[in-house]
């Protein structure tokens, strides 16, 4: 290999490739685009529409929650909300926006000079807009969109309208653009790292890719399977989930969690590898137990296919599949342990500086981990009981998924925003978007343990008015959270027009951490056509 | 080092197919949808999307088996090919898996807690389906389906299906023997070995379609038949959806063979077609086995 080095690589680049080095003009840019960096931009912007989309959405639920008694929205909207939110927070702005960081940091961390099949990672992206119209053109069909919650159970989601079969075929879609994505990521990984880049040197955020694309990779097509099975329920005269033709409801729940337990774990994964990436730069460390974090991941990997009923505790199983169900879900307990000791051990004299995307990470160590532990309490089976279906579960997976994988992507945009733009974000607004966010993210969410412990039941759009108080302090916080992102919109919007211009190291030490480190701020539109020298791979760690 | 265009790994560029293939999906499942839902206009929409598609499958293919013949990849192209392949039929066989996970589930856990044999069901289904009594196959306490009073035959093992399965088998062989003909560069064995299979191929499928005539016209199984049809037709249909899929792609790769595309060493999607056509094979002697058999 030579030790050219990106500026020389990108001018040799010049000279044996005329055609198409740059970006194509216009629009069509974009549609024909297989180039990784667009992937990635169109998968980025993709997720944060769709976060204001769906944000928007909860702020409807919030809106009617704020008092008791029904005020702005109907109760079929409401449902329509609640399930329309999750669906679009989930396939629309989560999963989007880390198949985005995915496409972009990928290549470069790994020193490839693009995705392994660019033509099929352009038809991933591009099934994502035409699913998205879709599933929202279902609000405006008779009936309403589909209102029994994003899990979708039978018989309550048969129910539904003309939407549901353009529910399930946005379902469909999805679950493919998800596959390509996946195998995609998956082969990238494996055949296209830079000679030296072995396995266990591979950053972890790429690491936690691969075993989240294996996972997509297993379940999106239980999920397509589940949903084909309620199509034809519902149109050809199937009996798989009623019980009068031999069928049982509870296969679609069993069928929904085997998909959906892993689904969870793919939206936080990639999150444990951002912040796995994050916490070292700016504790001015190595990362500590590097292997154990892999394994933790494969461990956890491995452990999201074999607890799937833990969802289930109230629906009737037998005792035996309840007391097995409760004890793997508490193994999760331990490699995910490991993963947040590891974290903290990085921290441990680390010379720590605490830029906004720190911040972000360190807020995600301490806020995921309380809901991590609300995990811990409700896969313990009879106290699930009394959990099940009130706002304590609402509370649990909000904690994990807004503080956990929300967080996670917000830190990223900041960490690598300055490679992607070559411009530094502007710090002043990044800390008052993180501190807005962090507390009003409590005020929304932490107040629903209460209430839920208390008894208030979820996806209701009215409630006692015991819970009154609490749920108006729920309300103001979902408010300002949901405000406070226009700041980190126009962040993201002011960062790309300009500002103080990044050095390609960004963040002092950096080089040490990644190969993204050694290319200029913005990278040229192709990085890594020849493989980075020996030297800088050697040197990472 | 990547000077020569061979070396460099291959990177193409405007893609133009993807977005006509999002077009086309995106119109023939919502016109599946209107049609669904009784509109008029749903069958014509989902012609026009499919025509789309169909479009995008020959386009998008053409120009990659163009780009293969041009000699661009390299083996390391070559190589994710054949990984995206196989983790492609790793996604199809978790596909599967769902339909063989129902019916497992179905077989051996609900119809016994639907007949009330578990204490934690015992209550309701005493309250619901008094006197049903859980033997497989069944169409629900409700006799969902069938013939008069809900009576259906079930579909044996040992006549079509036996047959089927020799075919199958077969035709894994000679799909084989073909790639051995294909690396020993014996044309004539390789053409052979490949009409051999694809003539196997589509035999099982209009075999499938005579048993499936059986059934609806005589036997009073249908999809409707509860969940026994459900799961037979659910299962041996995808399965069949597949076969006629594999054996479309194994034709295809056929004329390529007459064209005189492939090389010894350079073939990936002769073995892509091969892989699959073991993949339903698999899948196949599942069914036997779970489906007619047991």
Same mark, same amino acid.
């Given at each position: 290999?030579?030790?050219?080095?990106?500026?020389?690589?990108?001018?040799?680049?010049?000279?044996?490739?005329?055609?198409?080095?740059?970006?194509?003009?216009?629009?069509?840019?974009?549609?024909?685009?297989?180039?990784?960096?667009?992937?990635?931009?169109?998968?980025?912007?993709?997720?944060?529409?769709?976060?204001?989309?769906?944000?928007?959405?909860?702020?409807?639920?919030?809106?009617?929650?704020?008092?008791?008694?029904?005020?702005?929205?109907?109760?079929?909207?409401?449902?329509?909300?609640?399930?329309?939110?999750?669906?679009?927070?989930?396939?629309?702005? !989560?999963?989007?926006?880390?198949?985005?960081?995915?496409?972009?940091?990928?290549?470069?961390?790994?020193?490839?000079?693009?995705?392994?099949?660019?033509?099929?990672?352009?038809?991933?992206?591009?099934?994502?807009?035409?699913?998205?119209?879709?599933?929202?053109?279902?609000?405006?069909?008779?009936?309403?969109?589909?209102?029994?919650?994003?899990?979708?159970?039978?018989?309550?989601?048969?129910?539904?309208?003309?939407?549901?079969?353009?529910?399930?075929?946005?379902?469909?879609?999805?679950?493919?653009?998800?596959?390509?994505?996946?195998?995609?990521?998956?082969?990238?990984?494996?055949?296209?790292?830079?000679?030296?880049?072995?396995?266990?040197?591979?950053?972890?955020?790429?690491?936690?890719? !691969?075993?989240?694309?294996?996972?997509?990779?297993?379940?999106?097509?239980?999920?397509?399977?589940?949903?084909?099975?309620?199509?034809?329920?519902?149109?050809?005269?199937?009996?798989?989930?009623?019980?009068?033709?031999?069928?049982?409801?509870?296969?679609?729940?069993?069928?929904?969690?085997?998909?959906?337990?892993?689904?969870?774990?793919?939206?936080?994964?990639?999150?444990?590898?951002?912040?796995?990436?994050?916490?070292?730069?700016?504790?001015?460390?190595?990362?500590?137990?590097?292997?154990?974090?892999?394994?933790?991941?494969?461990?956890?990997?491995?452990?999201?296919?074999?607890?799937?009923?833990?969802?289930?505790?109230?629906?009737?199983?037998?005792?035996?599949?309840?007391?097995?169900?409760?004890?793997?879900?508490?193994?999760?307990?331990?490699?995910?342990? !490991?993963?947040?000791?590891?974290?903290?051990?990085?921290?441990?004299?680390?010379?720590?500086?605490?830029?906004?995307?720190?911040?972000?990470?360190?807020?995600?160590?301490?806020?995921?981990?309380?809901?991590?532990?609300?995990?811990?309490?409700?896969?313990?089976?009879?106290?699930?009981?009394?959990?099940?279906?009130?706002?304590?579960?609402?509370?649990?997976?909000?904690?994990?998924?807004?503080?956990?994988? !929300?967080?996670?992507?917000?830190?990223?945009?900041?960490?690598?925003?300055?490679?992607?733009?070559?411009?530094?974000?502007?710090?002043?607004?990044?800390?008052?978007?993180?501190?807005?966010?962090?507390?009003?993210?409590?005020?929304?969410?932490?107040?629903?343990?209460?209430?839920?412990?208390?008894?208030?039941?979820?996806?209701?759009?009215?409630?006692?008015?015991?819970?009154?108080?609490?749920?108006?302090?729920?309300?103001?916080?979902?408010?300002?959270?949901?405000?406070?992102?226009?700041?980190?919109?126009?962040?993201?919007?002011?960062?790309?027009?300009?500002?103080?211009?990044?050095?390609?190291?960004?963040?002092?030490?950096?080089?040490?951490?990644?190969?993204?480190?050694?290319?200029?701020?913005?990278?040229?539109?192709?990085?890594?056509?020849?493989?980075?020298?020996?030297?800088?791979?050697?040197?990472?760690? | 080092?990547?000077?020569?265009?061979?070396?460099?790994?291959?990177?193409?560029?405007?893609?133009?197919?993807?977005?006509?293939?999002?077009?086309?999906?995106?119109?023939?499942?919502?016109?599946?949808?209107?049609?669904?839902?009784?509109?008029?206009?749903?069958?014509?929409?989902?012609?026009?999307?499919?025509?789309?598609?169909?479009?995008?499958?020959?386009?998008?293919?053409?120009?990659?088996?163009?780009?293969?013949?041009?000699?661009?990849?390299?083996?390391?192209?070559?190589?994710?090919?054949?990984?995206?392949?196989?983790?492609?039929?790793?996604?199809?066989?978790?596909?599967?898996?769902?339909?063989?996970?129902?019916?497992?589930?179905?077989?051996?856990?609900?119809?016994?807690?639907?007949?009330?044999?578990?204490?934690?069901?015992?209550?309701?289904?005493?309250?619901?389906?008094?006197?049903?009594?859980?033997?497989?196959?069944?169409?629900?306490?409700?006799?969902?389906?069938?013939?008069?009073?809900?009576?259906?035959?079930?579909?044996?093992?040992?006549?079509?299906?036996?047959?089927?399965?020799?075919?199958?088998?077969?035709?894994?062989?000679?799909?084989?023997?073909?790639?051995?003909?294909?690396?020993?560069?014996?044309?004539?064995?390789?053409?052979?070995?490949?009409?051999?299979?694809?003539?196997?191929?589509?035999?099982?499928?209009?075999?499938?379609?005579?048993?499936?005539?059986?059934?609806?016209?005589?036997?009073?199984?249908?999809?409707?038949?509860?969940?026994?049809?459900?799961?037979?037709?659910?299962?041996?249909?995808?399965?069949?959806?597949?076969?006629?899929?594999?054996?479309?792609?194994?034709?295809?790769?056929?004329?390529?063979?007459?064209?005189?595309?492939?090389?010894?060493?350079?073939?990936?999607?002769?073995?892509?077609?091969?892989?699959?056509?073991?993949?339903?094979?698999?899948?196949?002697?599942?069914?036997?086995?779970?489906?007619?058999?047991?």
């Amino acid at each position: 290999m030579s030790a050219t080095t990106h500026d020389e690589t990108h001018a040799h680049g010049d000279a044996h490739e005329h055609h198409d080095h740059g970006p194509a003009k216009g629009f069509m840019r974009w549609v024909t685009t297989t180039n990784h960096k667009d992937i990635g931009t169109l998968y980025l912007i993709t997720g944060l529409i769709m976060f204001f989309v769906g944000g928007a959405m909860a702020l409807v639920i919030r809106a009617e929650l704020f008092e008791p008694g029904l005020q702005y929205v109907d109760p079929h909207f409401f449902n329509q909300m609640t399930t329309l939110h999750a669906l679009i927070m989930v396939f629309g702005a !989560v999963m989007p926006a880390f198949a985005g960081l995915a496409n972009w940091m990928i290549p470069m961390m790994i020193g490839a000079p693009d995705m392994a099949l660019p033509r099929m990672n352009n038809w991933s992206f591009w099934l994502l807009p035409f699913s998205f119209v879709m599933l929202a053109s279902t609000l405006f069909m008779d009936g309403g969109a589909a209102a029994a919650g994003w899990t979708l159970y039978p018989p309550l989601v048969l129910q539904t309208g003309n939407a549901l079969p353009f529910t399930v075929f946005t379902v469909h879609m999805l679950g493919m653009s998800s596959i390509m994505a996946a195998i995609n990521i998956i082969v990238t990984v494996f055949n296209m790292r830079a000679p030296g880049m072995t396995m266990m040197k591979l950053p972890l955020f790429v690491w936690t890719w !691969v075993i989240t694309a294996f996972l997509l990779i297993a379940v999106m097509p239980v999920f397509a399977g589940a949903v084909t099975m309620l199509l034809t329920d519902k149109f050809f005269g199937t009996s798989f989930f009623n019980a009068a033709g031999g069928g049982d409801p509870v296969l679609y729940q069993h069928l929904f969690w085997f998909f959906g337990h892993p689904e969870v774990y793919i939206l936080i994964l990639p999150s444990f590898g951002i912040i796995s990436s994050i916490i070292p730069t700016f504790s001015r460390k190595p990362l500590f137990g590097y292997s154990s974090m892999v394994y933790a991941t494969a461990a956890i990997g491995f452990l999201s296919f074999i607890v799937w009923a833990h969802h289930q505790y109230t629906v009737g199983m037998p005792i035996a599949g309840e007391l097995y169900f409760t004890y793997a879900t508490m193994l999760i307990a331990v490699p995910t342990g !490991v993963k947040v000791f590891n974290w903290l051990a990085t921290m441990w004299r680390g010379a720590m500086t605490f830029e906004t995307p720190m911040l972000f990470a360190i807020a995600f160590v301490v806020l995921f981990t309380m809901g991590g532990f609300t995990g811990v309490m409700m896969s313990i089976s009879p106290a699930d009981l009394q959990y099940h279906d009130t706002y304590f579960i609402v509370a649990h997976f909000h904690y994990v998924l807004v503080p956990g994988a !929300v967080f996670a992507l917000f830190a990223a945009t900041y960490y690598w925003l300055p490679k992607w733009t070559g411009h530094m974000y502007d710090e002043r607004l990044g800390q008052l978007h993180f501190w807005l966010t962090t507390i009003s993210v409590n005020i929304c969410f932490f107040p629903q343990h209460f209430v839920g412990l208390a008894g208030m039941p979820r996806r209701i759009p009215d409630y006692a008015v015991q819970f009154a108080e609490f749920n108006a302090l729920s309300s103001v916080g979902a408010f300002v959270f949901g405000f406070s992102q226009l700041i980190f919109a126009y962040v993201i919007y002011k960062a790309i027009k300009g500002g103080v211009k990044a050095s390609s190291e960004v963040w002092e030490g950096a080089e040490a951490h990644g190969l993204e480190w050694h290319l200029p701020s913005p990278p040229p539109y192709h990085t890594w056509t020849e493989a980075p020298a020996q030297e800088i791979i050697s040197d990472l760690h | 080092m990547a000077t020569t265009t061979k070396d460099a790994y291959y990177i193409p560029h405007k893609a133009q197919w993807p977005i006509f293939g999002s077009i086309g999906l995106s119109t023939l499942l919502a016109g599946f949808a209107n049609f669904l839902n009784g509109a008029s206009y749903g069958s014509t929409m989902m012609i026009v999307g499919a025509g789309v598609l169909i479009t995008m499958l020959f386009g998008w293919f053409g120009t990659v088996i163009a780009e293969s013949e041009s000699g661009i990849f390299n083996d390391q192209v070559d190589r994710s090919f054949r990984m995206g392949m196989a983790w492609f039929i790793f996604s199809e066989v978790m596909f599967f898996a769902a339909f063989f996970g129902s019916l497992y589930y179905t077989r051996v856990l609900s119809e016994s807690w639907l007949a009330g044999n578990e204490s934690f069901s015992l209550g309701a289904t005493r309250q619901l389906w008094d006197g049903f009594t859980a033997a497989w196959p069944n169409n629900g306490p409700a006799h969902i389906g069938g013939l008069e009073e809900g009576k259906f035959e079930p579909m044996g093992a040992w006549g079509l299906p036996a047959l089927n399965t020799l075919i199958l088998l077969s035709s894994g062989a000679t799909v084989t023997w073909a790639h051995w003909g294909l690396l020993a560069q014996n044309r004539a064995q390789l053409i052979k070995g490949l009409i051999a299979t694809v003539v196997l191929g589509f035999s099982f499928v209009i075999f499938q379609a005579i048993e499936y005539h059986e059934a609806y016209t005589e036997m009073g199984l249908t999809l409707g038949t509860g969940i026994y049809g459900s799961t037979f037709f659910m299962l041996t249909g995808f399965h069949g959806l597949h076969v006629t899929i594999g054996a479309i792609f194994l034709t295809v790769i056929l004329f390529r063979c007459v064209r005189g595309h492939f090389s010894a060493k350079h073939h990936f999607a002769f073995e892509a077609a091969a892989w699959y056509w073991h993949f339903v094979d698999v899948v196949w002697l599942g069914l036997f086995i779970f489906v007619y058999w047991l």
